[in-house]
């Protein structure tokens, strides 16, 4: 199994940062991809940004140029650095493991982006 803790959610103002960061236990590997997925009310989560074990990211087109993902291997943590917020950031953002077709979810932490 794998455990996910998410950590540095919070309310910010619109136009600021906020740095997620993911501490992965268990048996975990950097084959794995790591990622962010977001669900505000009443829509589907969605993929903000992903990154294998080479280092290439992939991010969804609203957050381009935005958000940054990282990860430490050998710390097993994944972290991502988000810039320029929006109001319509506003979500709860979820760390997400795959292996193969199996994803391993963290309990998600909430971020407000309002005034």
């Known amino acids: 199994q794998v455990q996910l803790v998410e950590s540095g959610g919070g309310l910010v103002q619109p136009g600021g940062s906020l740095r997620l960061s993911c501490a992965a236990s268990?048996?975990?590997?950097?084959?794995?991809?790591m990622g962010w997925y977001r669900q505000a009310p009443g829509k589907q989560r969605e993929l903000v940004a992903s990154i294998i074990s080479s280092g290439s990211t992939n991010y969804a087109d609203s957050v381009k140029g935005r958000f940054t993902i990282s990860r430490d291997n050998a710390k097993n943590t994944v972290s991502l650095q988000m810039n320029s917020l929006k109001p319509e950031d506003t979500a709860v953002y979820y760390c997400?493991?795959?292996?193969?077709?199996?994803?391993?979810w963290g309990q998600g932490t909430q971020v407000t982006v309002s005034s």
């Open positions: 997400n493991a795959l292996n193969g077709f199996i994803h391993y």
């Open positions: 268990g048996t975990i590997s950097s084959t794995f991809r």
